[in-house]
T-cell receptor
């Protein structure tokens, strides 16, 4: 069964606008972690943000924030003030504690238009 | 400081040949992971090392795939008798020592640049 679902294969956003990338997950564990990674065309995977299942506040890292809705099992990534350099693939991932393998979604390709 | 490095960056091989892919994790990171990413797809977990031990090898696609790690450092992923379906980018990641039981999910994984394998 698919653990991580990203329903948007591609997204477009105008430069300087905000964009939300959707991610829903499936787990019966109480303890888990949610991650977002960015993969530019160069292929490297860049860690963006982490949210723990017990964290009461939404995680924020600069222009990135994670809209964590535990009851709905969603962990959407919000990018504020989009920049051209934000154009990339974005992957949502989950790790269920205490197991260590991380499950990734299929990704969303974000294109920022000038 | 140095990040995760992988070599070679690109590998083209003929069907049936064996290949070795190398990963050098961040110094001091005890956990090391291998993933496969086929063109246009997400990451597929292959195997994980804690120290030099791999507790779970069930993610390896077939018995043609094997991996080892030595000195709690370098890891090698070996694919024997390569097939065209093995063509993909193979990504390695490392993370610091896991925390207390149940808190391991907090460990962020830092990825290398990957090895692009093409099997002709």
């Amino acid at each position: 069964a698919q653990k991580i679902t990203q329903t948007q294969p591609g997204m477009f956003v105008q430069e300087k606008e905000a964009v939300t990338l959707d991610c829903t997950y499936d787990t019966s564990d109480q303890s888990y972690g949610l991650f977002w990674y960015k993969q530019p065309s160069s292929g490297e995977m860049i860690f963006l943000i982490y949210q723990g299942s017990y964290d009461e506040q939404n995680a924020t890292e600069g222009r990135y924030s994670l809209n964590f809705q535990k009851a709905r099992k969603s962990a959407n990534l919000v990018i504020s003030a989009s920049q051209l350099g934000d154009s990339a693939m974005y992957f949502c991932a989950m790790r269920e504690g205490p197991f260590v393998d991380m499950r990734f979604g299929a990704g969303t390709r974000l294109t920022v238009k000038p | 400081g140095a990040g995760v490095s992988q070599s070679p960056s690109n590998k083209v091989t003929e069907k049936g040949k064996d290949v070795e892919l190398r990963c050098d994790p961040i110094s001091g990171h005890t956990a090391l992971y291998w993933y496969r990413q086929r063109l246009g797809q997400g990451l597929e977990f292959l195997i994980y090392f804690q120290g030099n031990s791999a507790p779970d090898k069930s993610g390896l696609p077939s018995d043609r795939f094997s991996a080892e790690r030595t000195g709690e450092s370098v890891s090698t992923l070996t694919i024997q008798r390569t097939q065209q379906e093995d063509s993909a980018v193979y990504l390695c990641a490392s993370s610091p020592a896991p925390g207390l039981a149940g808190a391991q999910h907090t460990d962020t994984q830092y990825f290398g640049p990957g090895t692009r394998l093409t099997v002709l």
